[in-house]
C-alpha cells in the first residue's frame, strides 16, 4: 500500500512507486511513501484562507479546549499506536516516550494556555509603556496570531511527539499545521493524523500532513508562515538557505544535531549515591530509542580519577542489555529504524575509533533475541574511551545517532567546561553532583552553549525526569551545533506562532485594541456597584469610587495586636521618626489593603464568588495616622471560563490619600459568576 497525504480536506496519493517503508526489526516492507505531484501553493493556501480563517476566530481557551478534547481521545486510542510503533524499532518503553510523552505535552500545553492566558484572541505583552507627560498618549505590545501556515519537518525518531509537541503551541497560537514526517517511520504518523481526521475536533485546514516530500512548498512561503525543522544541521543549513526563506524573512527554527554530554561531580566518586545514579542514567540515555534521541548522552565527562571506575560500572550496566526484536519478551533495546540508519552509525563509529578506544560491545558483532541480525538494523550499545579528550576532534565533533557514548577523563572543573563547551552548542547537558559549589561552576560555565542544564543529586533523582527528556513547561533547542532554535518551552512556545506589535494611542484606543483597560482611560458610571453585575455586563472601565476613612493610631494599633505585626515603624514614634523613609509612625500596609477591601468591598450575597489574589501590588506612598484614605476600583480585564458558569475579572485599584496621592496600587482578582443573584423577594439583583 501507499501512505496518503491529508491535503484540501481529503487524503491524497502521491504519484509514482514511492520510497518503501521497512519494519526495523525484520525488513518487512510496510508501505510506499510518496507525494509525487504535491499541490504545494494550493494547500499553503488553504491553511492559509479555511484553518486560519477558523483559528483565528477562536479564543486562547476555545483553541485549549479542543486540544484537550483531541489529547483525550488519541488516548482512548494509545494501543492502535503501539501495536504500529514497535515496527519503528521502539521498545513498550521507547514508544511510551513517543506515544504518551507526545500526547502528555498536547495536553500540558492546552492547560497550561487554559490557566494562563486569557480567553481572548489578543495577548497583552507587558504593561502600558507611558509615552507622554499627561498621559494621553501610551504604547501598548500585543500578540497577535500570525495568517500564515506553520509548515512541520520532523524527525524520523519521533513520529508521534514529534508532530504533537510542534502543533501544539502552533495551535494554541491560531495557526494552521502542514506535517511532514520523516519518511521512514511516515507510517505511523499518518495513522495517528487519520484518527485526528476521524475524530472531527479540528476545524477544516487545520491540520495536514504531506507523507512524502514536500516538492516546491517552500517556494511558496510568505512572511506570515513559520517553518520548524529537526533534523541534521547540513538540511537545516540548506532549508534555511532556501531563497523564499530568506527573501520573505520567514520565521525558521530548527533543532539538530547535538553532541550531549554528561558530567560526573569529582565528589560523585563509587560508592556515593551520585555515582549510581550517573551510571544508570548514561546507560539508560545511550539505549533508550537505540540511543536516537536529539537529547541522548553522547559524551560522558567524568573525572580522571574516576575513569576506570566509570568504564567499569557502564560495561557491566551495558552487558546487561538485551537487544532484539521489541515484541520479543525480555527486549530492553529494539534495532535502529532503518538498515540505512545503522550503516550511517556505523560510519560514524569508525571515524569515532580513530581517536577513542572501544571499550564496550563490538558493533559488528550482534545477536539480537527473536530476530535475523541481517534482516534487521540491529547494534549493540556501544561504549568508547577517549584518554586524550583535550587534543581530540572527532569526539567532539562527530554524532554517531544511535546508541553510541565516549568516555573522557577531566583534571578540573574547568577542563571538565572546556571539554562539554567544545560541542559547540548543545540541546542539553547533565550534572550529577552532590556538592552545590560544583554544580552551581558547571551550570554557569555551561549555560551560554546549552539550552537546558539538568543537575541531579540524591535529593532530586526520584522524581527527576532525566538528562533526555524535553519538557512541555521548559524550553527545548539550544545554540551553535543545535540549530539556535527553540521549541517548548510553555506560553514562550505559544509566542513563536505569534506576532509583537507595538500600538500607540489614547489610553481608551489601547484599552479597546488589547481589551484591557488601561489607567488614563474612561472611567463609567456603572449605574449600581460593579458587585451587583453579573460577568457578562460588567464593561472595561466600570468604577467605583469608595467613600473616605480616616486612619487613627487605634487603627495601626489594633491591626497589630490582631496579628502580631509590632514592627517599630507602626508602634513607636521615636524610633520610626528616625526612618528617613517614614519621618514618624506610619499604619501597616497591609491595614491598608484590608481597609481597602472594607471600602468597596458590598457585603451581600452576589454575582462576585470570591477573591482568589493581588497582582503587581506596590506601597507608594507611606499613610499616617489622621490621612483620609479612598479607593478607586475599575475594571480592569474580563476573561470568561465559560465551562464553569464564571469568569475572572481583573480590578485596578487605588488607594489615595486625602491630598490625592497614590498610597498603594494592585490589582484585585475576583470571580464573577455569569448569572444575575435575584434576592429574597426574587427581585434580580444582578
Known sequence: MKLESYILGGWWTGAGEGVALRDASTGEVIARATAEGLPARELLEYARTTGGTVLRSMTFHERAAMLRALGKRLLEQKEEFYALSYRTGATRADSWIDIEGGIGTLLALAGKAARELPNAKVLIDGDVEPLSK????????????LEGAAVHINAFNFPVWGMLEKLAPAML??????????????YLTELVVRR???????????????????????????????VSFTGSASTAARLRAHPAVLRQSVRFVAETDSLNSSLLGPDAGPGTPEFDLYIREVAREMTAKAGQKCTAIRRAIVPAAHLDAVTEALQGAL??????????????????ASRDQRREVLERIAELRREAELVGSDPARVVPLGADPERGAFLPPVLLRCDAPLTARSVHAVEAFGPVATLMGYASLDEAILLARRGEGSLASSVFTADDQVATRLVLGLAPLHGRLLVVNRHCAAESTGHGSPLAPLVHGGPGRAGGGEELGGIRGILHYMQRTAVQGSPDTISAVGGRWVRGGTQRDPGRHPFRKPFHDLELGDTLVSAEREVTVADI???????GDTFYAHMDEREAARNPLFGGRVAHGYFLIAAAAGLFVDPPYGPVLGNYGLDHLRFVKPCKPGDRIRVRLTCKQKSL??????????????ITNDRGETVASY???????VHAVPDQAGTDRG
Open 134 to 145: 499627561q498621559g494621553t498618549f501610551v504604547g501598548q505590545h500585543l500578540h497577535v496570531p
Open 173 to 186: 497560537a491560531g495557526l494552521p499545521v502542514i506535517v511532514k514526517p520523516a519518511t521512514a517511520t511516515a
Open 196 to 226: 485526528i481526521v476521524e475524530s472531527a475536533l479540528l476545524p477544516a485546514g487545520a491540520l495536514q500532513l504531506v507523507a512524502g516530500g514536500v516538492g516546491d512548498l517552500l517556494d511558496h512561503l510568505s512572511c506570515q508562515d513559520v
Open 319 to 336: 552487558a546487561r542489555v538485551t537487544v532484539g526484536d521489541p515484541r520479543a519478551d525480555g527486549v530492553r533495546m529494539g534495532p535502529l
Open 557 to 563: 494599633e489594633a491591626f497589630a495586636a490582631l496579628t
Open 641 to 654: 471560563r465559560a465551562d464553569k458558569g464564571w469568569g475572572e475579572v481583573r480590578w485596578d485599584t487605588e
Open 667 to 673: 490589582d484585585v482578582l475576583t470571580m464573577v459568576s
